[in-house]
């Protein structure tokens, strides 16, 4: 099966089914198109066959919001409810995996041909499609595995793509682009992190052998999330000091200085204000005739 790889273009984690007999995985990073919530941003990738009609939704990082990953909603249609992987990302610093099992939207496997795998990320309230970052690659159906790096395009950078012949999750080996196998090996839930700045956050799928537990850091201000990243303020965000939520002690962002947590003031130690009481005490009592 040959590959021919055009464009490119990014995703963040991963979907597929098990035991699949072929598949694609696309890694990419993506960068912000400069929208008004950037870095926040929504993400889509799906797959088109050579005539451009739509095949199937890979991925979406997008609950709400999605109304602005224009041209994908011109393709889908307002019933497609394929791929919901995650929620809004919060930034461009993790890689994206995507992986098509070479599926339609129905479930029956796509006959032998060229196909189109298109991206497009979103980080405002955008009417034009012109607005988003967009990319594609295209590649062609057939019976040889290949892998292609290195590629860019549209606003997708440091993508690879990797085209599979072989039955992979399910069959207790770690192939690549895995991080578990068998799926009942993958992890469902990931460990409370004690930095509400930077929240452990499950991605990928347990059908697909992609699930794992990633730490994501968050650096937009972003309000009632319980962290107050550096540069924030109580006006960009209501969980830094002046905010509304400040005081509740869920200031908990990452920083070095001993004074400052996540931009956030840190109270007195105990032991101080109890040394400082009792020194008030006793210069009272001196003082009395």
Known sequence: MRFVVGLLIALSVV?????????????????????????????????????????????????????YLIDWNLKAGANDADAVTSATRQDHTLQIMAIWDLKDRNGTVVPDGTYTIRMETADADVSSAASNHEGTFTFIKGATPQVQNNLSNGGFDVASITYSTAAACGNSILDPGETCDPPGSCPSTCAPSA??????????????????????????????????????????????????????GNETGSATDNSVQGGCATTPSSSLIVFAGAAALLIRRRKRP
Request: include cysteine.
């Open 15 to 67: 979907v597929a089914t098990p035991a699949r007999a072929q598949s694609v995985t696309a890694k990419f990073l993506t960068t912000p198109p400069g929208g008004q919530y950037a870095p926040r941003n929504v993400t889509v990738v799906w797959v088109e066959d050579s005539t451009g009609t739509f095949v199937k939704t890979i991925a979406r990082w997008a609950n709400q919001r999605k109304q």
């Open 195 to 248: 930095d509400a700045c930077s929240p452990n956050v499950l991605v990928g799928l347990a059908a697909s052998c992609t699930a794992q537990c990633e730490t994501q850091l968050i650096t937009a201000c972003h309000d009632n999330d319980g962290c107050c990243p550096v540069g924030c303020t109580g006006t960009t965000d209501s969980d830094c000091p002046g905010g509304s939520n400040a005081g509740g």
